[in-house]
DNA sequence: TGTTAACCGAGACGGTACGTCCAGTCTTTCG
DNA sequence: CGAAAGACTGGACGTACCGTCTCGGTTAACA
């Protein structure tokens, strides 16, 4: 009966909060400035989202949702692939500054750290499982015998690959170049390898 | 010639800072609050720290200097003793809240960065350095062939365990588990075994 | 377009204002302060008014603005009347506290200075132009020969009567009594008879 | 820095006082700015004044008592010379700003209200006091009769003449120039003759 | 094809915290 | 041993945003 909301002004509020991260960051971006960015009015933002937090948490999922796992050939090809697309993704000024206050904001809010992971995180196993898949299919790992340990070991593989990356370009500070890519890379292959080796 | 700074209200200072993290979160903290509960006006907080931050900083930094490594009797005891006590430090409301935020806010300060680096992470390579050595003084580990070489590794390897930990923890939010501890200290062994054979 | 200004807050801030001006002083009027009377944020008192000066000009002007000058009968009977009833408003603590520091801000800010002359002071000079132009109709002054020496005589009384209260109530700290007005009156009323002797 | 410095010193504060007062004005006057201007610690402000008020009131001070009238061969001439140099002293930007927030903290603090009175205001009732008995001894005014009447006189004169010359300079704003003060003093002098007629 | 209710922009509102400035006091060190 | 230097507590400043609330004006679905 009434009038719907405008699909336009989501995505201009999208934007405008892609655009104030990149210049400003998080700690510096005010819902007041996305709004006049967006041309829209402060109601409208609070209308959709709880508050800068959820805003942000759309605002940069899209971005993560575009990480891709081309067929490269080998493992070793693969995993070096997504480090350097992860990498790249997280060199980029709007996810960097997110991610992490994101991160530190949901370690007090439980709403929050669920809305991160179902919106950001979990979503990204699939490349992990995906490599993984590949991998087997390939022989280069041997099939799931138990399904629960497939699972863990994909989480852990996650958390090892998601970690390192996030830990040498945020808090390290230092570029994910080919140098560290190829280490990195050998390294958890080797490991994988070694703690699985071929029946 | 002129009084000096008051040793026993910067003691009060960062022992509020880490109180009010405790209660209240990064987001929540606020510098008014420090200085109340330290019986401290705000302009002796703003003599000594140009702002939040680098309160932060130096107020959690004592903390991660506590974390040592003893000698568990070969390397995977120690690595694995190494996670666990770092999982436990980022488990502290205290130190998972701020730890992100820093990080978050030192993506667009770099000042902050370095200090971060300098008073928080770069101290905690001592950790991976000594249990290196002490691996090879087991004959677990090659010795040091090239020195660059060996240095790069080694911050790879703090990439490694310290972006497993922070993003097991942080990101996903799921515990550092002893079955977790095991599964990633095995894979990171085998990796670095698999990739330094002994000669 | 936009929500109207809350006409209830305006009435509340001023009347905020004298009361506080009354308990406090003018110096230790605080705007924080007015803003808790008031039952308003602030940011409120900003909106509207660029700072204490500004606001406690608005907040005395009308007090000015009830002076009014019945007619007494005559000249020496109007002089007396208003000069009792400036009297009684410079002994009130608001007005007297105020009207001062007014006047001492004013020194340095034109835009001050001009707005107490608007809002205050120019605005009583119709008491001296009333009672004069009631003289004149009674025959106990000449008409005026020249307009302009005519408002020139009429600042003068403005200054002279204004003035001697003034420094009578605030310098001199005495109270305007009746012997005092009664001689002040005298002395006015022969002057002004002496100078313009009927033709 | 040793003890007889506090003669230089006391000079040294007053000095820079004053000039404080011409360049910032009273709002803006700061202790440790004078402090810091007179090369001396806060401390020694402190130890000899309890606080701005009593500091500016002696700084000032002495810029009144620099008021004198010399014989001009009549009273009008007299009180136009009065009323000329009061007129100069209260265009100097220290004066003006100083004398009027000085009146205005006075009407909350009886003890800064007789400092005043006694240093600044009090003291120039001894101009009043000699162009009177000088126009006695010129047979322009007649001889006192009642000395209580005479010091009553005295006082309302002064208060009309001070405060005519306050009001036309600080509050209405404009110059004392040789028109208003040839009408003020007119004014005056044919109140004061017309009643008291010579016998 | 009007009606009309939800939407929209604008921006005022009560609040909270900011980071700065100054008051007035206290503590050291120097001359 | 008094004065400089300046750190200390306390509190107001004026600003910036927060998240909420009224407004008048504008659609778009329904009657």
Do not use: C
Not at 2 to 13: D, G, K, L, T, Y
Not at 146 to 166: E, H, K, N, S, T
């Amino acid at each position: 009966m009434a009038r719907p909301r405008s699909a336009a002004a989501e995505r201009a509020m999208l934007d405008a909060t892609r655009a104030a991260l990149v210049e400003l960051g998080w700690s510096k971006l005010t819902l007041g400035d996305v709004a006049a960015r967006a041309g829209v009015a402060k109601t409208t933002l609070y209308r959709r989202w709880p508050g800068k937090s959820a805003l942000v948490v759309d605002a940069v999922a899209v971005l993560f949702d575009e990480l891709e796992l081309p067929d490269r050939g080998s493992l070793a090809a693969d995993v070096g692939g997504v480090v350097r697309s992860f990498a790249a993704l997280l060199e980029r000024p709007e996810t960097a500054t997110a991610l992490m206050a994101l991160v530190a904001e949901s370690t007090r809010d439980p709403g929050l750290r669920d809305r991160i992971r179902t919106a950001v995180v979990d979503r990204q196993k699939r490349l992990v499982l995906e490599g993984r898949a590949r991998a087997q299919a390939r022989g280069e790992l041997p099939p799931d015998a138990d399904p629960v340990a497939a699972a863990r070991q994909a989480d852990l593989v996650f958390d090892v690959i998601a970690g390192a990356v996030v830990h040498r370009v945020l808090v390290s500070g230092e570029p994910a170049d080919d140098a560290w890519v190829t280490a990195f890379t050998a390294l958890l292959v080797a490991g994988l390898g070694a703690l699985t080796p071929p029946g």
